[in-house]
């Protein structure tokens, strides 16, 4: 997924690079189509890198949805285990604010260290057997030199599942709660480009909570 040329690591099209521990590199670049992400529920991200990296238009680093999973984390959503055509929803997770509420089914709380996110994003509640959206994942990047983005780095949570079943003579739609953001830390002595830097909630649709925004 990616070559390494006198030590600086390059990421190149159509390469996918998955880190799950701490690499220390002198300087690395992730070109168009390159694409960097850790495995679920992992969260060892770590880049310490003495000189640049730098995200080229096209080049992805992502770890959404690489959280905590349905109903899981410290901001788990509240999870509805009835059957209803009424209250068929449920919470959406909290992280960076607090999970969208679904009636009596609770958002997720609030965690986690503000200046130094470190924490996976959590799973939104399922409603009935449906599941929650995941959690967003956990980047750090630690440059001496400049951190160049003008591709993407996200760590976002997903949309709340939605299924459908006929049971005795109703159609009962579940929609799960949406899951939270994770955490993207960054430590540069300078920071430019045109790109994206996002840990979005995901959605709970139209019947659950949204799961909130994670820590940047």
């Known amino acids: 997924g990616g070559s390494f040329n006198n030590g600086d690591l390059v990421v190149g099209t159509s390469g996918t690079f998955n880190l799950n521990k701490k690499l220390v590199l002198p300087n690395l670049t992730v070109k168009s189509g390159g694409f960097m992400t850790h495995g679920q529920g992992v969260g060892g991200f770590e880049l310490d890198v003495s000189g640049n990296v730098v995200v080229e238009s096209g080049g992805i680093i992502d770890v959404s949805g690489k959280g905590y999973g349905s109903a899981a984390g410290s901001g788990a959503?509240?999870?509805?285990?009835?059957?209803?055509?009424?209250?068929?929803?449920?919470?959406?997770?909290?992280?960076?604010?607090?999970?969208?509420?679904?009636?009596?089914?609770?958002?997720?709380?609030?965690?986690?260290?503000?200046?130094?996110?470190?924490?996976?994003?959590?799973?939104?509640?399922?409603?009935?057997?449906?599941?929650?959206g995941n959690g967003g994942g956990l980047v750090r990047i630690t440059a001496g030199g400049r951190l160049v983005v003008d591709g993407t780095i996200r760590s976002c949570g997903m949309d709340g599942v939605i299924e459908s079943s006929y049971y005795s003579g109703f159609n009962y739609i579940f929609h799960g709660g949406g899951g939270s953001g994770?955490?993207?830390?960054?430590?540069?002595a300078g920071l430019e480009g045109s790109g994206e830097i996002s840990a979005n909630g995901g959605s709970g649709i139209t019947r659950s909570g949204g799961g909130s925004g994670g820590r940047i």
């Not at 997720?108 to 399922?126: E, M, Q, R, T």
């Not at 994770?182 to 540069?188: E, M, Q």
């Open 182 to 188: 994770g955490s993207i830390y960054i430590s540069s």
């Open 77 to 132: 959503g509240m999870s509805s285990n009835v059957r209803s055509v009424v209250d068929d929803g449920a919470g959406g997770a909290g992280y960076g604010g607090i999970g969208g509420d679904k009636n009596q089914y609770l958002g997720g709380v609030v965690y986690g260290d503000l200046l130094n996110p470190s924490d996976l994003g959590s799973g939104g509640g399922h409603a009935y057997e449906t599941a929650g």
